[in-house]
C-alpha cells in the first residue's frame, strides 16, 4: 500500500511503545531540579548531565541518562540515529509515563510472572547475540545479572502498563458503515490509498508418516532422561539445553510458567501439567508437536512452572520417499488437467487447516484469502513470485512447528494488480485504516486531557522542545 496516512502511523507507534524494549526510565518520586544547559542533538554520547532530571509525569521522573539509552537501544537494534532528536526521543518517554501513570490510577493488573519470563527470553536473546553474559552486563554498564534483571523488570513494567492503558482507551470503538464511507469520501482523490497486487495462494501438503518404531525411540529415551534425573540426580534444565527440541523454550531450560486460568499450551499438556505434584517429573506423553515430558517446579496459586522435553520423532528415509512420490503423483494429474486443485486439496492434502476449502491459505492478517506480495512471507513469496494464474509451482519441501518436514505444491488464483483504492472491492482494507484513525483520535482526545489532568514538569532546555502535544501546558 502506497497511500498512508499519519495517523494511522501515529496509532501503530503508540500501540507498540516498545514494549519489552530497554528505556532505562526510572521510577522516583523526587522534586526535580531544573539544571541543563543545552540541548545536544544526535549523538547519544554527548551527555548532558547523566543524572540531571529533564522532567516529570505524575510520580515517574525522566532523566537525561534515560533519552542517552534510548539512543544506545536504537543504535544496537541498528537503527539509524542520524534525523532522530532528544526531543523526539523524550516526547516518546513523556508518552510512555502518562499512559503508565494512569493505568496505575485506574488499577489496571498486569501479570509479574509473565514479565518475569519475558525477561528471561530477552536476556536469553541477548546472550545469544553477544556471546556470553558478561558482554551483556557490560554494554548495559551493570555490575550483575541481578542488578540488569531488576532494571529489566520495571522496563518491563512499565511498558505493559502503558499497553494496557492504551488497549483500554480503544477496546470498544467500531466503526459503522457510514463512518467507513464518510472517511474514504473526504481522503482527496489524489491521495487515496493505493494497494499492491493481490493474489489468492493455495497449496496441497503431504507429511510423511511415523513410523510406531520411531514414536517408540523417543517414548524410551524420555523414560531414560526421567530415570537419569530421579536415580542418580541429573539436571532436568541441563537435558532440556541440550536435546529438547523445542525452540522456543530449551535455552531457558525449558521452563514455561503455565496459568490455570488462561489457557496456554494445547490441552493435552496442559492437563498433564496440572495434574503433578511439585517435584514430580511426567511420564512421556504425545501432543501433535511429538513427545514431551514435563517437571513440576514450583506451585504459587493459579501460576505453575514447568520445566519440559520435546522429542520429534524421526522420519524414516522409507517414509520420505513414499510422501514425495505421493506428491509427485498429485502434481502429474494437476499438470495434465486430470483433476482441479481444489478437487486435490481436498483428496490428498495433510493440512486440516487448508484441505476442506479447496487448499486456500488464509493472511493471518486480514483474515480472508487475499495476500498483498508487498506483505507477504519472504519464503511464501520466494516460492510463488514467477507462478501465472493458475500454474502449479514445482514440489517443495517445507517444515513447521508441528512437522518436521512436509512435501508442497502451490497455486496462485484471482490476481489483481496494483489499483487505487476502490470502495466497494476494498472495503475491508478501508473499514480498518478508518477504525485505526478513529482510534488515533480517540488516543489523542485521553491524551490531550489526561495532560491537563496530571502533574507534569519540563525542566530547563526541554521547555524549547516542539512537542506535538501540549507537554508544557503553555507555560
Known amino acids: 500500500m502506497k497511500f498512508i496516512n499519519k495517523p494511522v502511523v501515529r496509532i501503530f507507534v503508540l500501540l507498540a511503545i516498545f514494549i519489552g524494549q530497554f528505556g532505562f526510565s526510572q521510577e522516583i518520586i523526587e522534586e526535580p531540579q531544573e539544571e541543563v544547559k543545552k540541548v545536544e542533538t544526535p549523538s547519544p554520547y554527548n551527555k548532558v548531565k547523566i543524572d540531571g532530571v529533564a522532567g ?7 532523566l537525561n ?6 539512543f544506545i537501544q536504537l543504535r544496537a537494534r541498528g537503527a539509524s540515529i542520524a534525523d532522530i532528536t532528544r526531543c523526539q526521543l523524550f516526547g516518546k518517554l513523556l508518552e510512555d509515563k502518562l499512559y503508565a501513570h494512569h493505568a496505575i490510577q485506574d488499577s489496571l493488573e498486569i501479570n509479574e510472572v509473565e514479565i518475569r519470563s519475558m525477561i528471561d527470553q530477552q536476556l536469553a536473546q541477548f546472550v545469544e547475540q553477544t556471546g556470553s553474559l558478561d558482554e551483556v552486563l557490560r554494554f548495559y554498564n551493570k555490575d550483575s545479572e541481578q542488578a540488569l534483571r531488576a532494571e529489566m523488570f520495571e522496563i518491563n513494567k512499565n511498558g505493559k502498563l502503558a499497553m494496557e492503558m492504551q488497549r483500554k482507551i480503544i477496546e470498544d470503538i467500531e466503526v459503522t458503515p457510514e463512518e467507513v464511507r464518510q472517511y474514504f469520501n473526504a481522503i482527496p482523490k489524489e ?8 493474489l489468492q495462494v493455495s497449496q496441497i501438503v503431504v507429511i510423511p508418516e511415523v513410523t510406531e518404531e520411531a514414536r517408540q525411540k523417543v517414548i524410551d529415551r524420555l523414560k531414560e532422561m526421567k530415570a537419569d534425573v530421579i536415580e542418580n540426580g541429573a539436571s532436568f534444565t541441563t537435558k532440556a539445553v541440550f536435546y529438547s527440541d523445542d525452540t522456543g523454550s530449551k535455552a531457558q531450560g525449558g521452563k514455561y510458567t503455565l496459568n490455570k486460568s488462561r489457557p496456554q499450551m494445547v490441552k493435552e499438556f496442559r492437563d498433564v501439567a496440572f495434574s503433578l505434584q511439585e517435584g514430580e517429573i511426567s511420564d512421556p506423553f504425545p501432543t501433535e508437536y511429538g513427545y514431551h515430558i514435563i517437571f513440576l517446579e514450583k506451585i504459587r496459586g493459579q501460576e505453575y512452572d514447568i520445566r519440559h522435553i520435546l522429542l520429534r520423532p524421526e522420519i524414516s528415509r522409507e517414509s520420505q520417499e513414499k510422501a514425495k512420490a505421493e506428491i509427485d503423483k498429485v502434481r502429474e494429474s494437476l499438470v495434465k488437467g486430470e483433476l482441479t486443485f481444489a478437487d486435490a486439496a481436498r483428496e490428498f492434502s495433510d493440512e486440516k487447516e487448508t484441505k ?22 519472504p519464503e511464501l513469496y520466494s516460492q510463488i513470485q514467477n507462478l501465472k494464474e493458475g500454474e502449479i509451482s514445482p514440489v517443495y519441501q517445507d517444515e513447521d512447528r508441528v512437522n518436521r518436514l512436509k512435501y508442497k505444491i502451490l497455486s496462485v488464483s484471482n490476481r489483481v494488480d496494483e489499483h487505487e483504492a ?3 472491492r476494498d472495503y475491508l482494507k478501508i473499514k480498518n485504516l478508518a477504525l485505526q484513525d478513529k482510534q488515533y483520535q480517540e488516543i489523542g482526545k485521553w491524551q490531550e486531557e489526561k495532560i491537563n489532568d496530571t502533574y507534569i514538569k519540563i525542566n530547563g532546555e526541554y521547555r524549547n522542545c516542539e512537542f506535538s502535544s501540549n507537554w508544557l501546558k503553555n507555560q
Open 56 to 62: 516529570v509525569v505524575g510520580e515517574y521522573v525522566i
Open 65 to 70: 541518562s534515560d533519552i542517552d539509552k534510548e
Open 191 to 198: 491521495e487515496r490509498p493505493v494497494f499492491g497486487t493481490e
Open 356 to 377: 476442506f476449502n479447496g487448499g486456500h491459505l488464509i493472511n493471518p492478517e486480514t483474515q480472508d484469502y487475499n495476500f498483498e506480495l508487498t506483505k507477504m512471507d
Open 422 to 424: 476502490d470502495f466497494a
